[in-house]
T-cell receptor, first 115, second 112 residues
Framework: DSGVTQTPKHLITATGQRVTLRCSPRSGDLSVYWYQQSLDQGLQFLIQYYNGEERAKGNILERFSAQQFPDLHSELNLSSLELGDSALYFC??????????????FGPGTRLTVT | GQQVMQIPQYQHVQEGEDFTTYCNSSTTLSNIQWYKQRPGGHPVFLIQLVKSGEVKKQKRLTFQFGEAKKNSSLHITATQTTDVGTYFCAGHSGTNNNDMRFGAGTRLTVKP
């Protein structure tokens, strides 16, 4: 158990819909990262927040957005869902940000299926 | 943009044999991280390399960062069945390390 929690575990929804994935980082961690893992695309970094502010952006689509709240939990919002958005979405947390010697702890993931 | 290539895609070894996976970046990296993901599990951080030519060891695992900071390798000596999983590298570059790309991963299977 990494100490990072993600809800829900599984999500099945239809194309065009909007969903919200939730992540609670480990106690004391200020950074939250979101990743997408699909069979044909591998593991892709989406976005990072540090202490409530966006710190880095990866291959995140405009239909996706995220935020980190004052209590440091984070939400990833996916809208206008397409079949290709079906994937495993991981959240990870760390004490600091990149460039320092630290560990990222991954949550168990949310499996999203778009039908 | 930055590309991180990882080879091989798959590797099947007999228990006790050695295993190596390689990552190559099209651009100079500020640092590189390695992760292991067991089947059905989530990625687990293994190590971060920052310095040119850096070599780090964790028991049977040896990690190297190239002199030009464009390539890296993970070598496992005398594999065990517990080493089964997919090994990913992740390279950071850009201002404030805000460009992070994962390699496609090497899936290791070990025959007892």
């Amino acid at each position: 158990d990494s100490g990072v929690t993600q809800t829900p575990k599984h999500l099945i929804t239809a194309t065009g819909q909007r969903v919200t994935l939730r992540c609670s980082p480990r106690s004391g961690d200020l950074s939250v990262y979101w990743y997408q893992q699909s069979l044909d695309q591998g593991l892709q970094f989406l976005i990072q927040y540090y202490n409530g502010e966006e710190r880095a952006k990866g291959n995140i689509l405009e239909r996706f957005s995220a935020q980190q709240f004052p209590d440091l939990h984070s939400e990833l919002n996916l809208s206008s869902l397409e079949l290709g958005d079906s994937a495993l979405y991981f959240c990870a947390s760390s004490v600091g940000g990149w460039g320092t010697d630290y560990e990222q702890y991954f949550g168990p993931g949310t499996r999203l299926t778009v039908t | 943009g930055q590309q991180v290539m990882q080879i091989p895609q798959y590797q099947h070894v007999q228990e006790g044999e050695d295993f190596t996976t390689y990552c190559n970046s099209s651009t100079t990296l500020s640092n590189i991280q390695w992760y292991k993901q067991r089947p059905g599990g989530h990625p687990v951080f293994l190590i971060q390399l920052v310095k040119s030519g850096e070599v780090k060891k964790q028991k049977r695992l040896t990690f190297q960062f190239g002199e030009a900071k464009k390539n890296s390798s993970l070598h496992i000596t005398a594999t065990q069945t517990t080493d089964v999983g997919t090994y990913f590298c992740a390279g950071h570059s850009g201002t404030n390390n805000n460009d992070m790309r994962f390699g496609a991963g090497t899936r290791l299977t070990v025959k007892p």
